[in-house]
């Protein structure tokens, strides 16, 4: 059986492009409704800004779903120094667990641009994983620092093409890869317009019935979805320097 991993990240609207929370308001909502008529579990990584102005949504999404860390507002953290990246991962974390009343146990780096320094910080505040790479683009590595490291395999708009192309692509993902990571935002459910070309294309109603499409065709092929910490708990086991290079060239995770 095949594992996917549906990753959304929930932050304000097409950062840094707009300023608005429409994802988290209309998006959000939507997007809770497919998952629990699919029966799909996810992993949702939010600031802690979304947490501070959205708190009871959050605790509804940790209830069914996982809740990681996507820093406090968005920042970049690879433009950060050593000390405010962990001043600003301790933040967020502090707001995460008391919103969701749970241990807050995997991050993704907004932008998918984390450095050395994040993993240092994610390690002190007592991160298990962390899930800031992507096939697409590889930084640095956090296997180092011992966190387990998941990698995203597709970028969200991915999930906005034509089904008849998207599923096309994720039947050879199946047959290839041990995991496939699939990326996602509340914000690609709203009409978005005024951002870059791959921002905004089939956002809003048409891409709430591409990703129900997505769903449907991976359920018919009976992959299993787990939850992150799900996968990083049976790859933390072991978790020594063999162990995680293994991990860390394990396409597509
Ligand atoms: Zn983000």
């Known amino acids: 059986m095949r594992n996917v991993v549906l990753s959304i990240d929930v932050e304000q609207d097409v950062p840094p492009s707009l300023n608005t929370w429409r994802g988290l308001e209309e998006g959000l909502p939507s997007l809770l409704d497919l998952l629990s008529?699919?029966?799909?579990?996810?992993?949702f990584f939010v600031t802690g800004q979304a947490a501070e102005k959205f708190p009871k949504l959050i605790r509804?999404?940790?209830?069914?779903h996982e809740v990681g860390c996507h820093g406090y507002e968005?920042?970049?953290?690879?433009?950060?120094?050593?000390?405010?990246?962990?001043?600003?991962?301790?933040?967020a974390t502090k707001i995460l667990t008391k919103v969701t009343g749970r241990r807050i146990l995997g991050f993704r780096a907004p932008?998918?641009?984390?450095?050395?320094?994040?993993?240092?910080?994610?390690?002190r505040v007592g991160y298990l994983y962390d899930a800031s790479n992507a096939?697409?683009?590889?930084?640095?590595?956090?296997?180092?620092?011992?966190?387990?490291?998941i990698r995203n395999t597709w970028p969200?708009?991915?999930?906005?093409?034509?089904p008849g192309f998207s599923t096309r692509v994720l039947r050879l993902c199946l047959a290839t890869l041990?995991?496939?990571v699939l990326d996602y935002h509340p914000w690609e459910l709203v009409k978005v317009t005024g951002v870059r070309f791959d921002c905004r294309f089939a956002t809003g109603e048409v891409a709430l019935q591409r990703l129900d499409k997505v769903l449907d065709y991976?359920?018919?092929?009976?992959?299993?979805?787990?939850?992150?910490?799900?996968?990083?708990?049976?790859?933390?086991?072991?978790?020594q320097p063999a162990m995680a290079k293994h991990v860390r060239q394990g396409s597509g995770a």
């Open 178 to 180: 041990p995991l496939t």
């Open 218 to 239: 991976l359920l018919a092929k009976k992959v299993r979805f787990r939850l992150m910490r799900e996968i990083a708990s049976l790859r933390g086991v072991g978790n």
């Open 135 to 149: 096939c697409y683009r590889i930084g640095p590595d956090p296997t180092r620092f011992g966190l387990v490291e």
């Open 74 to 91: 968005h920042e970049r953290f690879d433009k950060m120094s050593a000390k405010e990246q962990l001043r600003r991962i301790e933040l």
């Open 111 to 123: 932008n998918f641009r984390p450095n050395i320094h994040t993993f240092a910080a994610l390690k």
């Open 60 to 64: 509804k999404v940790s209830r069914e």
């Open 156 to 162: 969200s708009s991915f999930l906005r093409l034509p």
């Open 37 to 43: 008529k699919h029966e799909v579990p996810a992993t």
